[in-house]
Every structure is written in structure tokens, then in C-alpha cells.
């Protein structure tokens, strides 16, 4: 399971933060990957980026928000979390994370977190 | 990056009907393509993996299938707890890429 934590309102050029707490399994585990993945009415479902273990820690990000985005391990507390930086009131979305699954065919997410209402005020 | 087109945008139906939502990517994904249900406040769901394999725990009347570059998922006999949103999903290569979603409606 996925239990997600941060604050709901954000300042405009602020930054963002939130974690997501896995419990069940492990952050460093091999046969997984930690999404963050958001929600809006204007952008629908969008990737934002993952981080996993394989010989080292791998971190992914779309160009989209490449440079504004941080996505982080914390082992001793098995959680993950996400910064997105300089944020706007296009940034107002639902923040899912997600589990990725790994070696076993296709990837996938499952499961998700229950999301997070972030609104960014101007 | 990979596009994926989904339609319908809606769909009405009524309960004990079977409906199609197809997903068309643009370019060949081969079967890494997932479906996702969404209930209206909560997160997604995966329903159907490898375009055609069905996730523990999701009802046999969930179906999935691949012509090419087209996926499409069934749903028969369709429940009361099946109105909801519906996504496409591909995992062949980063930025993974979502379909726009179909909205279905009790007619």
C-alpha cells in the first residue's frame, strides 16, 4: 500500500512537496519502480517521473518538467517524494504516486496512492 | 514521445450491455499497453496488463485485445459498479503516456 502526505495549497513559485510512504514492500526492492504521476481537467493523466534501484539509483523525468522535479528514495523511512520546483496555477492537479512493476513482462502501475489535491495560488 | 488516442470520449450504456473502448498508439507499441478503471475520487485501477492479461482480482468480464497498433477492451454484462472512467496506458518506453480517458454513463 501507498500512503501519500503534503500540504493541499502551494504558493505560486513556490515549491511543492510531497511523500509517499510504502508499506508492504520495499523502496529498494529490484522489482520495482516508485512513480509520481499527476492529474488535471486541462492535462488529463501525465508521467511525471520514477526512481528505482538496479546497481545504483536510477532517476527518469520527461522533458516536460525536467529541470523543475526531484523525485527521491529515502531508505530508512521506506518513502519516496517528490519536488517540483518554481511551481504556477498550471500545476494545480491531483498528484497520484505509483508502483511500478518490473521484470515480470510489460511494466505496469499497481497499485496507487489516493492522490493529493495540490492547488497552486497566485 | 508516444501518442495514444482513446475513444469514445463517452459512452452510455445500461447494466447487462456489452461495450468496446479502443486506444490506437502512434507508433508500434507491441502488447505494452494497460487499461486502468478510475472511479469518480479515486485513483486508478489496473484492470487488464499486456494488452490482454487480466489483473488478480478483476472480474473474468473484463476483456482485452491488440490489431496492431489497436487495443481494444471489452466489457460484458455490464455492473452497476462499472460506470466509471476508463484509460489507456502505454509502458513500452518513457514518457509513459496515457489515452485522454472514456467516460461511461449509465443510459
Known amino acids: 500500500q501507498l500512503h501519500q502526505s503534503g500540504p493541499g495549497l502551494v504558493k505560486a513559485s513556490q515549491t511543492l512537496s510531497l511523500t509517499c510512504a510504502i508499506s508492504?514492500?520495499?523502496?529498494?526492492?529490484?522489482?520495482?519502480?516508485w512513480n509520481w504521476i499527476r492529474q488535471s481537467p486541462s492535462r488529463g493523466l501525465e508521467w511525471l517521473g520514477r526512481t528505482y534501484f538496479g546497481s545504483k539509483w536510477n532517476y527518469e523525468y520527461p522533458f516536460s518538467v525536467k529541470g523543475r522535479i526531484s523525485i527521491k528514495p529515502d531508505t530508512s523511512k521506506n518513502q519516496f517524494s517528490l519536488q517540483l520546483n518554481s511551481v504556477s496555477p498550471e500545476d494545480t492537479a491531483v498528484y497520484f504516486c505509483?508502483?511500478?512493476?518490473?521484470?515480470?513482462?510489460?511494466?505496469?502501475?499497481?497499485?496507487w496512492g489516493p492522490g493529493t489535491l495540490v492547488t497552486v495560488s497566485s | 514521445d508516444i501518442q495514444m488516442t482513446q475513444s469514445p470520449s463517452s459512452l452510455s450504456a445500461s447494466v447487462g450491455d456489452r461495450v468496446a473502448i479502443t486506444c490506437r498508439a502512434s507508433q508500434n507499441i507491441n502488447n505494452c499497453l494497460n487499461w486502468y478503471q478510475q472511479a469518480v475520487g479515486k485513483a486508478p485501477n489496473l484492470l487488464i496488463y499486456t494488452a490482454s492479461s487480466l489483473q488478480s482480482g478483476v472480474p473474468s468480464r473484463f476483456s482485452g485485445s491488440r490489431s496492431g497498433t489497436d487495443f481494444t477492451l471489452t466489457i460484458s454484462n455490464l455492473q452497476p459498479e462499472d460506470f466509471a472512467t476508463y484509460y489507456c496506458q502505454q509502458s513500452c518506453e518513457t514518457p509513459y503516456t496515457f489515452g485522454q480517458g472514456t467516460n461511461l454513463e449509465i443510459k
Open positions: 508492504g514492500d520495499s523502496v529498494s526492492s529490484n522489482r520495482a519502480a
Open positions: 505509483a508502483k511500478e512493476i518490473l521484470h515480470s513482462g510489460p511494466n505496469r502501475f499497481a497499485p
